[in-house]
């Protein structure tokens, strides 16, 4: 019998090494990135039947990978998995396409029941914020939704590597547009969200889960 095949993406080893050991009896791990544009390429290049992905890594975080697999035609069950307990996180994450969210230290016991749902059709919820969620769906996400700003997906991508502190040169390469390019996206972020300056900026990113600390 196949076994299903499953791509993890995580930018902490330890991590990968441990979630390898816990997937390789019943899943096949067909491999391990661990930065967001290697998660797309590999993605794409391996055609897994399950994605397990951090949300918070470098040069692309996972929930904006995500989106670009499944605008791209990506039909890989998406499993986030997490150490930020926020609701915000869990409710972009199932916006991007996912199937599951579960945080990182219940990863041991949630883990393989979270991609055995995913894999006949349903959603995982980790316990710990399902009902947050939920309300959050009911209540406040569509006037949250409406009050955040619209940055585009070039834009979210260019401020996450400001954000990691890259220059307009390094950034320009990563995404192969010129540094005048870059610039124009970043002045252009800071007028629509009313900043004054880089740091605000960053500080934006951060608090938005675009970038993390």
Known sequence: MTRPR??????????TEGLRSLLDPEFELVGIVEDGRALV??????????????????LLNGIEAVRQLKKAGMR??????????????????????????????????????????????????TPMIAKDLMQAYKGGSQRRQKAAPHLTPRQREVLQ????????????????????TVEFHKYRMMEELNLRSVAELI?????????SV
């Open 6 to 15: 499953v791509l993890l993406a995580d930018d902490h080893k330890i991590v």
């Open 41 to 58: 390429a590999a993605a794409k290049k391996l055609n897994p039947d399950v994605i397990v992905a951090d949300i918070s890594m470098p």
């Open 76 to 125: 890989a069950k998406v499993i986030f998995l997490t150490m930020h307990p926020d609701v915000a996180y869990a409710t972009r994450a199932f916006e991007a396409g996912a199937s599951g969210f579960i945080l990182k230290h219940s990863a041991s016991s949630e883990l393989l029941a979270a991609i055995r749902e995913a894999l006949r059709g349903r959603t995982y919820i």
């Open 161 to 180: 590597l400001v954000a990691e502190g890259h220059s307009a040169k390094e950034i320009a390469s990563v995404l192969s547009v010129s540094a005048r």
């Open 203 to 211: 500080q934006y990113a951060i608090k938005e889960g675009i970038a």
